[in-house]
């Protein structure tokens, strides 16, 4: 099972495939890129798929800063996942914050100085990070139009979002419609996943003290998911075992109730590949109709809020192929 730093196997095939020229006969002739994409590094991308695009500046994945103890570090920028990992077995302060608007700034200039018209801005949800609100602040500071996008989800449910951001702006949309096909995108993703405490969610004010604490005097396994922006309990489960066995069924009966062609999967983890990659597994075998799921590790950033032992499913449904990225740059 393939880990973050590579796409899906149809998507690379049909990246490489296009790179070498080799397009159905009869195609029709590729649209001009106009619509530049930014995302930040929540959005869980894998590097080999943004390595594709980002070189001719049609996606740009801004860093997210994490802290620990008194060193900061970015993600992308820095292998900081075992660092990550022995702060939080060891007590050591994780924390994160939002990019700042000058790194937003400068990455919209860098679109307008490449010739692009506009730039559709899509970002993890606002209810969780404050990274949105630094991109509005670096648009008001640009000449070139940014439409910025809440994408009140986290992970590869916001990077699914990024994925068809860049789909429309490689079909030619403007940035209205570019927006539009990120928003509507998440819209149709859901995140699922289990924590094996609640822990570090408190501290990082994701949930309340009260429940934090009712959960482990309790020895309760929840089931949670991210609506609305919102991280919201599904279900309270009294085993380890039984939490994973509830994520499994959910993510099937959602999975399976969409047209299983059109059904994306994702598994995230962090400090656990191998229950990770079972899971994934298991889920192949439940929707063998279904693409198989991608499973990699969190980013650092959502990491340091979910701990270690963290499982997440996300479940998106793509309204078609999201292997073709057609486009030439405008000039």
């Known amino acids: 099972m393939p880990d973050r730093d590579a796409a899906w196997p149809w998507v690379r095939a049909r990246l490489l495939a296009r790179r070498r020229g080799q397009e159905a006969p009869g195609s029709q002739p590729a649209a001009v890129v106009r619509t530049a994409v930014v995302t930040d590094s929540a959005a869980a991308l894998p590097a080999d798929w943004t390595a594709g695009l ?12 994490v802290m620990v103890g008194d060193e900061i570090y970015g993600e992308g920028e820095d292998d900081i996942s075992e660092t990550i990992a022995l702060a939080l077995a060891s007590g050591t302060s994780v924390k994160t914050s939002r990019p700042s608007p000058g790194q937003f700034e400068q990455a919209y200039r860098a679109a ?31 000449g070139i139009p940014v ?25 030619g949309g403007d940035a209205a419609a570019v927006a539009a096909a990120a928003a509507e995108q998440a819209a149709r993703t859901k995140v699922y996943f289990y924590v094996p405490s609640l822990e570090q969610l408190r501290r990082g004010g994701r949930i309340g003290a009260a429940a934090s604490l009712l959960g482990t005097m309790l020895a309760i396994k929840p089931i949670l ?13 009294r085993s ?40 994934a597994e298991r889920l192949a ?12 590790s969190l980013p ?10 963290v499982l997440a499913v996300i479940v998106g ?5 999201t292997g073709t990225f057609p486009g030439t740059l405008s000039s």
């Open 54 to 65: 980002s070189g001719d500046g049609r996606l740009a994945v801004i860093p997210m800063p």
């Open 112 to 142: 307008s100085q490449r010739g692009f018209e506009a730039v559709v801005s899509v970002h993890i949800s606002g209810e969780l990070s404050g990274t949105a609100d630094a991109a509005r602040l670096a648009a008001a500071r640009v």
């Open 147 to 171: 439409e910025v996008v809440d994408s009140r989800t986290v992970g590869m449910a916001q990077g699914m979002a990024v994925q068809a951001a860049v789909r429309a702006a490689a079909d």
């Open 225 to 237: 998911a991210v609506e609305g922006g919102k991280i919201v309990p599904l279900e309270k489960v």
């Open 240 to 279: 380890a075992a039984k939490a994973v066995a509830r994520l499994e069924e959910m993510v099937a009966a959602d999975a399976g109730a969409r047209p299983a062609p059109a059904v994306r999967l994702a598994v995230h983890h962090f400090g656990n590949p191998e229950e990770a990659k079972s899971l």
């Open 285 to 296: 075998r439940a929707l063998p109709l279904c693409p198989p799921a991608q499973a990699s």
């Open 300 to 309: 650092a950033v959502l990491a340091a809020h979910a701990g270690l032992g």
């Open 317 to 321: 449904e793509e309204p078609g192929d």
